[in-house]
């Protein structure tokens, strides 16, 4: 497989447990929960998500009990995708650490919706913004 192609399951899961920190931190009301969350999303954005802790769980625990994969896709889109998160959930960190604290939630809130869109229907809002970005401009 292509360093630049994932298994379309591994992304999947990655949301599934993104979306269950997310959760956690808006439950709990932790900046640090939070910012655990944005060092994954860092880790994705510059190593690729490939290369992210979630992107390991998946290959060490997850991806061999499964069968071969079927689907893959490029992985500039997720990617591209954990950067979009990565903004919000820094923009939840200085409404947690510095104020106010409706920012934090908001923003916290608004990153675990388009998460959870990916977990549980398989569809990546951060994608599609990718994909039209790349139409409009070419």
């Known amino acids: 497989m292509s360093d630049n192609r994932v298994d379309v399951r591994g992304p ?3 949301a ?5 920190v ?3 931190a808006l ?12 060092l994954v999303f860092a880790i994705g954005v510059a190593a690729g998500v490939q290369r992210s802790p979630y992107a390991w769980l998946f290959k060490v625990a997850v991806r061999p009990r499964l069968a071969a994969p079927r689907e893959f896709e490029d992985a500039a889109p997720p ?8 903004v919000f959930v820094a923009i ?13 939630l908001a923003a916290t809130g608004c990153a675990l919706a388009a998460t959870f869109l ?3 229907f398989g569809y990546c809002l951060g ?6 970005l790349r139409r409009a401009t070419g």
């Open 118 to 120: 990916n977990a549980a």
């Open 16 to 20: 599934a447990l993104t979306s269950v």
């Open 22 to 24: 997310l959760a956690a």
């Open 27 to 38: 439950i709990s009301g932790s900046g640090w929960v939070l910012a655990f969350q944005a």
């Open 12 to 14: 999947r899961f990655a």
């Open 127 to 132: 994608c599609e913004v990718y994909l039209l």
């Open 92 to 104: 939840g960190l200085v409404g947690y650490f510095a104020g106010p604290e409706w920012l934090g």
């Open 79 to 86: 990617r591209f995708a954990q950067g979009v998160g990565l």
